[in-house]
């Protein structure tokens, strides 16, 4: 089984318009990357300063825009991320697995017992 490297690129950009950073990316890396371009609009990215693998650099372009991207074939899809999961003060199930806010713990002896 051969073990696959990322390649690594030197990148050193300013912080610049998340469209313009992509675009660069794309250049620097030769994969296409889509984007509608309403979604880039007013977001920027973060300076870029280092080696990072494509995904590497994806990852700490959108960290904190509300975007992810995904690959599909040789080539690269930004897209807004789904909303994040707001439990407030209800619980999550999973399976047959309850998780409970910390500061709502049900009394009731039939809940089951925490997580240790």
Same mark, same amino acid.
């Given at each position: 089984?051969?073990?696959?490297?990322?390649?690594?690129?030197?990148?050193?950009?300013?912080?610049?318009?998340?469209?313009?950073?992509?675009?660069?990316?794309?250049?620097?890396?030769?994969?296409?990357?889509?984007?509608?371009?309403?979604?880039?609009?007013?977001?920027?990215?973060?300076?870029?300063?280092? =080696?990072?693998?494509?995904?590497?650099?994806?990852?700490?372009?959108?960290?904190?825009?509300?975007?992810? &991207?995904?690959?599909?074939?040789?080539?690269?899809?930004?897209?807004?991320?789904?909303?994040?999961?707001?439990?407030?003060?209800?619980?999550?199930?999973?399976? =047959?697995?309850?998780? &409970?806010?910390?500061?709502?713990?049900?009394?009731?002896?039939?809940?089951?017992?925490?997580?240790?």
């Amino acid at each position: 089984m051969t073990r696959h490297t990322p390649s690594l690129f030197r990148i050193s950009a300013l912080a610049v318009a998340l469209s313009c950073a992509l675009t660069a990316l794309s250049t620097h890396t030769g994969l296409a990357i889509g984007v509608d371009a309403a979604l880039l609009r007013g977001r920027s990215a973060p300076a870029l300063r280092g =080696d990072y693998s494509t995904e590497q650099a994806l990852d700490t372009l959108l960290q904190g825009s509300g975007l992810q &991207w995904r690959r599909t074939g040789n080539s690269i899809v930004v897209e807004p991320a789904p909303p994040a999961l707001e439990l407030g003060n209800n619980p999550l199930a999973l399976s =047959d697995t309850l998780v &409970w806010p910390p500061a709502v713990r049900p009394a009731s002896p039939r809940s089951p017992a925490p997580c240790r």
